[in-house]
């Protein structure tokens, strides 16, 4: 599998005829690069809640490329309500779904989500979550946003190949508490996100890197790494 870092929260991975994107945060995100048409073939986008910088461009990009979107029920049908031609799986929190061969768990996060609609107003959006990912044998943990949660430590009997895991602060775990997420998780192996983006949520990943004792990736924009 192809894991792709492209700023913020949002990962490109592929693997065979496999192709998803987690929150697609590409427009208006001052450190991705890419755009809506550098993706012509996704399948599946992982969506964990309702915030902009989150759900970002999955309708467009569900339009554009026939992708599933993957999200909690109440985002997903919002979804389907006030947009056409998408295709949207809804789950939440609880036992495992199998989706065109990708066995897929969503799992807790102490967040908000919500949605602006065009008329300027915010509507909630279901639970925040983070995903379980199991691809190829490969599981990839993406925490979405999240505060730190003893939930975590359930999450050492998936034995965890990467974890994604937030080190802003402010909206999320900041780098003490992602150090403790990782004691709690043991992966095999840790990327940081959701941080440098705005002005809140500065840190510094190599200071978290430095201080967590397992293996972490610190991964520059559109750097890509194969597992």
Known sequence: MEIKYLGHSA???ESDDYRAIIDPFLTGNSQCTATIEDFDEL????????????LGDAVELARRTEATIITNFELGNYLLFNYKNISVHTMH?????TLD??????TNA??????ITPENDIIYAGNPCGFLIDCDNIKIY??????LTLDMKLL????????MLPIGGNFTIDIQDACKAVQLIQPELTIPMHYNTFPPIQADPYKFQKLVSSKVKVM???EKINV
């Not at 061969?101 to 969503?106: A, L, S, T, V, W």
């Not at 993406?142 to 505060?147: L, P, V």
């Open 156 to 163: 050492k009997d998936e034995h965890v190949n990467i974890a």
């Open 142 to 147: 993406h925490a979405g946003d999240t505060g």
């Open 43 to 54: 399948t599946h986008i992982f969506v964990t809640h309702g915030h902009g910088d989150h």
């Open 101 to 106: 061969g990708i066995i897929i768990k969503m």
């Open 11 to 13: 990962f490109y991975l």
């Open 110 to 115: 102490l967040h908000g989500s919500s949605v």
């Open 220 to 222: 520059d924009i559109n």
């Open 93 to 97: 929190i609880g036992g495992r779904t």
